[in-house]
């Protein structure tokens, strides 16, 4: 066990016969595990993003499967219950498939859910084995969002490599982005990073650019939710412009993820259709409501064109230019 | 008068003989005006931020003075604690040495603060009309922070061509971006622009990119708070990301400042230095405190480089590149 391990919470955890899931929406100031009394409350908590990042919400409806398959239940209507939960939740289905295909025998779905759990876990070591090469002494890496433990699990994707310099003792320092609207970064990242000790600094969205400008940044890791066959990085919006930025000021930008984040199926970018979220997340603050009646643009997510990108950091090793055909290497040998 | 005259309220009011500052850190809740007892009441009003903008901070400083005038007080030690209210602000010093020339007179200093209020509202009305034939039917324009009425005076800087045009009937619509960390996007820009009719949007700054990426945005215009010799912009934070974000989508790059914001004496940006605010603007919330024992960087401004601006729209018209020989003729011929 590394140090990263024993200080920042997994968001899922199943121990002694219970499902727990970490009720993010609490954190930073309550770090509160919710029991998980069957399929019903897991696809409730997955619902109201008490659990967030794709890989964590597979590993949540892996194990919510299982409960099912514990009490007996209606397995088809289970998996469809996890499934409606985030709908657009690839690795969710994923994951329900998977242990639905062996959920008859209750010890085989928790195997298979405890299997996809490890397997996840070691993902993120090999991300980290990955880029860890990428911190040196003295450098400042820049991260968007929180594509970190607690969307993932143990070492996350763009902090894996982060938390396996840390315990190497390579002293870096990290500028979190507070990523609005949702702050991920501000609540999330900066959290689970200063917790495992790690030098981190808080900054608005907006200083991004500034602070690339006065040398404070020497590269930029962030995660992925869906990197297409191009290359092209859909991710939390704000990403592309750190993209931008980082090739204006020559700066390597860096995407951190598993090898099944990659879409063969999807050519490029232009042809991912973008959630646009509720304008209530950027018109209204807790406490605060700024513009109440004014219309509110709220895209969750941008385009990263692939030209942007220096490599991806995945569990098969770092991906240099020029990617098309990288990935398409990467899918003819599984 | 315009329509725009009469529905935005000016940020500084001097009427009989009392001096009155708009309190903008209630804005748009509550519209709160306050009297002035002296010169430290309004070098307080300028450090809180009650008034901001460097004209209307400008303004705010020559009555000020005009204060510390008549009720006998020291005029350097006046002078130097208007000053030190706001170092980055460039019109602050201009202003305060404009009255502090005449103001061994206090009725003289009074009709100085006054003649530079009234150049003020000219100046905008020139800014405005450089710069309304930018914004034409259908058009959709892009601003930050807040360059408006509520920060110079009357129609502001950067929304003065969108109060013109709006009043010669044009159909545009601006996109807001909400600024942090003091969010004068989303409480102060959207408040006046939608109080005088125009279509506005409020976006997160982190969505700028995406927002230009999808063919949402025509043009920006911003405000500054100095120019130097060579046409680099010093503004809030997150200025110089829009231009980079706008030079690679080709977009262009709109500044509108009173030629008094243009500073012959600093040779480039990188002369200027950045004032670095209180890293609780950044971990603070009204009702929540989302990193409280985090460090976080906070400049208050960036420097956008002069090659990445498309024109300066000012009060002697629309000033294109190569700025070094523009402005200098500008100050050759005053």
Redo the contacts between chains.
């Keep these: 066990m590394t140090s990263a391990d024993t200080r920042v919470p997994e968001p899922v955890v199943w121990a002694h016969g219970t499902l727990r899931i970490l009720d993010q929406r609490l954190l930073?100031d309550t770090v509160a595990y919710e029991d998980q009394a069957d399929v019903r409350s897991v696809a409730a908590a997955i619902r109201d993003l008490k659990v967030r990042g794709a890989p964590a919400i597979g590993i949540a409806a892996a194990y919510g499967l299982v409960l099912a398959a514990q009490q007996g239940e209606d397995l088809e209507a289970a998996a469809a219950t996890l499934k409606a939960a985030r709908p657009t939740a690839v690795n969710l289905a994923w994951a329900v498939d998977r242990v639905r295909a062996v959920a008859a025998d209750p010890d085989a779905a928790l195997n298979e859910a405890q299997s996809i759990h490890a397997e996840d876990r070691a993902i993120c070591r090999a991300i980290g084995s990955a880029g860890r090469h990428l911190l040196r002494d003295g450098a400042t890496v820049m991260t968007h969002c929180n594509a970190g433990a607690l969307a993932v699990s143990e070492l996350g994707t763009a902090t894996a490599p982060m938390y396996l310099a840390h315990d190497a003792g390579v002293e870096f320092r990290v500028?979190a982005?507070?990523?609005?609207?949702v702050?991920q970064g501000?609540?999330l990242t900066?959290?689970e990073l200063?917790r495992a000790g790690i030098d981190?600094?808080?900054?608005?969205?907006?200083?991004?650019?500034?602070?690339m400008?006065?040398g404070?940044v020497d590269l930029i890791i962030v995660g992925a939710d869906r990197v297409t066959a191009n290359g092209d990085v859909v991710n939390k919006?704000?990403t592309?412009?750190l993209a931008?930025?980082a090739r204006?000021f020559g700066i390597p930008f860096y995407v951190a993820c598993p090898s099944s984040t990659f879409d063969p199926d999807t050519p490029c970018g232009a042809d991912v259709e973008?959630e646009e979220r509720s304008?209530d997340e950027?018109?209204q603050?807790?406490?605060?409501e700024?513009?109440a009646?004014?219309?509110?643009?709220?895209?969750a997510f941008?385009?990263t064109p692939h030209e942007l990108v220096s490599a991806f950091i995945t569990d098969r090793g770092l991906l240099e230019p020029p990617f098309q055909q990288t990935l398409t290497a990467l899918r003819r040998t599984p």
Tied chains: 1, 2.
């Design positions: 930073p500028i982005n507070e990523t609005r609207p702050l501000a609540r900066v959290w200063d981190v600094t808080l900054a608005c969205d907006s200083a991004a650019g500034r602070l400008a006065e404070a919006i704000g592309a412009t931008i930025l204006h973008i304008g950027v018109r603050w807790p406490g605060l700024v513009a009646h004014i219309p509110a643009r709220n895209p941008d385009v």
